[in-house]
């Protein structure tokens, strides 16, 4: 089934692929144990993940340990590749808050094992993302952003996006080289400290500070 992000002045965007950043805040890499990788690690969620603002996590009876990653979310507005990052920035459309919604028990399994990610991290309803902020707003730079995500109303990430060791810039830079880009693509740019567990009964908050809000309520599939 096709699905569309919305920016806020209602436009749409057709969905294409959702593209992930890991380990890209020191001070996230620091609690999971792992340092910032030489280059960056790219996981991708298949668009059945994809969860609109007032949306549901849906938690999979086979993970036990269910974490919130709040982050940046870059949605590309036009195809490329080989972008240079000076050049990134006329490939982005806009900005959103999203939840990288992540198994961590499953995660952790992978990771001991060499597996990959794609459970874990793809399952069904795991990447919520809000209303996009137009970038033309931006006068052709890209700005930082306060992130923060509550928990039944309870701050639990805050940061701004400057602390991020790879910009935006770069990361389209990557990803077009890899993979080239697509409009309606996103990226997730990584998650800052805090994570933790999500239950049943939860709602989630996350904003882009002064910019977009996105709420998702959690429950048992
Ligand atoms: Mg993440």
């Given amino acids: 089934m096709k699905k569309f992000l919305e920016l806020l002045n209602g436009e749409k965007i057709e969905l294409a692929n959702i593209y992930c950043i890991a380990s890209n805040y020191s001070k ?5 144990g792992t340092k910032i990788p030489e280059d960056p690690v ?6 059945s993940a994809y969860v609109p603002d007032g949306g549901t996590i849906f938690l999979p009876s086979f993970s036990n340990n269910v974490h919130h990653e709040v982050e940046l979310v870059v949605v590309i507005g036009k195809d490329g590749r080989n972008i240079e990052p000076n050049e ?12 990288d919604v992540t198994l961590r028990d499953i995660q952790a399994k992978a990771k001991a094992e060499g597996k990959p990610w794609g459970i874990a991290k793809g399952f069904y309803t795991s990447a919520p993302i809000s209303k996009i902020v137009d970038s033309k707003q931006f006068n052709g730079k890209i700005p930082f952003f306060e992130l923060l995500l509550k928990v039944n109303g309870e701050i639990r990430q805050k ?7 790879r910009s935006v810039e770069s990361l389209v830079s990557f990803i077009s080289r890899v993979f ?3 409009a309606g693509d996103c990226i997730f740019t ?4 805090g994570v933790g567990k999500i239950v049943p009964g939860d709602n989630l908050y996350a904003e882009l500070s ?9 429950v048992n599939y």
Avoid: Q, W
Avoid at 28 to 32: D, W
Avoid at 159 to 165: D, G, I, K, L, V
Avoid at 210 to 218: A, E, H, R
């Fill in 159 to 165: 940061a701004n996006t400057r602390e991020m060791e």
């Fill in 42 to 47: 790219v996981f991708l969620k298949p668009t």
């Fill in 180 to 182: 080239s880009l697509s």
């Fill in 28 to 32: 996230h890499a620091e609690e999971m």
């Fill in 88 to 99: 990134a920035v006329d490939y982005i459309a806009g900005y959103a808050v999203g939840i």
């Fill in 210 to 218: 002064g910019f977009v809000t996105l709420n998702c309520s959690v």
């Fill in 190 to 193: 990584g998650t800052p400290e």
